[in-house]
């Protein structure tokens, strides 16, 4: 029996990504790695005029 040599320089068959799943994937992943905001500062409290 004969072994049969792959060409390596041809490209391998990928599943295909709908553009949906994609977006969905990269939006999932930036949510997951991006810190959680600081709360916003009060506003500083004014004095009362009198």
Do not use: F, G, W, Y
């Amino acid at each position: 029996m004969q072994a049969i040599e792959r060409d390596e320089n041809t490209p391998r068959a990928m599943p295909a990504v709908s553009m949906r799943d994609l977006l969905a994937a990269c939006a999932a992943a930036a949510e997951v790695s991006t810190p959680p905001r600081a709360p916003a500062p009060l506003p500083a409290e004014r004095p009362e005029a009198a």
